[in-house]
Antibody, heavy 120, light 109 residues
Framework: EVQLLESGGGLVQPGGSLRLSCAAS????????MNWVRQAPGKGLEWVSV????????YYGDSVRGRFSISRDNFKNTLYLRMNSLGAEDTAIYYC?????????????WGQGTVVTVSS | EIVMTQSPATLSVSPGEGATLSCRAS??????LAWYQQKPGQAPRLLIY???TRASGIPIRFSGSGSGTEFSLTISSLQSEDFAVYYC???????????FGQGTKLEIK
């Protein structure tokens, strides 16, 4: 079955760190760029980051650049998001999403999301 | 940074009627635009890519049009399962700093 399954969310204190994972199955993972997209409670979608299929190219949204780091392990078919210096504004559902092809394409497969709550 | 603006914020339509949602880009994105549907408690789903191509499994009552800075998503003969929030997203520029519109909520009238 073609699917993405996120994990690693939870409650973290302000200033803390967290690593999210996204396990992919049912497709050739290394052939596709992958993204993280988040959604704060009651708000719209915010694109966070993208990584190329080989892992050598990474890009970030302005609100997370310098604090978050995207990576992937193509042997384990897993996408990661390392989040540092977390603040209340980072509280959201975090979705991983697959590009149709390279980074300049639509997002045709989404995980169910993992919830990150930043609070003391 | 390209800003995507959707209108209206909320659209009230009766089942069986049609609906048209709009999305405007602050600068040209060519045809590199996608539409997504999100229902409560669910992840978004890709409906349209390349401004007008339906994604796999998407009913023909969904159609997209436009290029450059003006885009629209039209849903003909609304079904109960179509009431949801719809987002546009551009993926034109390099580096690929994708941006979403703020969403349009399509609600039952």
């Amino acid at each position: 079955e073609v699917q993405l399954l996120e994990s690693g969310g939870g409650l973290v204190q302000p200033g803390g760190s967290l690593r999210l994972s996204c396990a992919a199955s049912g497709f050739t993972f290394s052939n596709y760029a992958m993204n993280w997209v988040r959604q704060a409670p009651g708000k719209g979608l915010e694109w966070v980051s993208v990584i190329g299929g080989g892992g050598g190219s990474t890009y970030y949204g302005d609100s997370v650049r310098g604090r978050f780091s995207i990576s992937r392990d193509n042997f384990k078919n897993t996408l990661y998001l390392r989040m540092n210096s977390l603040g209340a504004e980072d509280t959201a559902i975090y979705y991983c999403a697959k590009n149709q092809a390279g980074p300049l394409s639509g997002l045709d497969l989404w995980g169910q999301g993992t919830v990150v709550t930043v609070s003391s | 940074e390209i800003v995507m603006t959707q209108s209206p914020a909320t659209l009230s339509v009766s089942p069986g009627e049609g609906a048209t949602l709009s999305c405007r880009a602050s600068q040209s994105v060519s045809s590199n635009l996608a539409w997504y549907q999100q229902k409560p408690g669910q992840a978004p789903r890709l409906l349209i890519y390349g401004a007008s191509t339906r994604a796999s499994g998407i009913p023909i009552r969904f159609s997209g049009s436009g290029s450059g800075t003006e885009f629209s998503l039209t849903i003909s003969s609304l079904q109960s399962e179509d009431f949801a929030v719809y987002y546009c997203q551009q993926y034109n520029n390099w580096p690929p700093l994708h941006t979403f519109g703020q969403g349009t909520k399509l609600e039952i009238k």
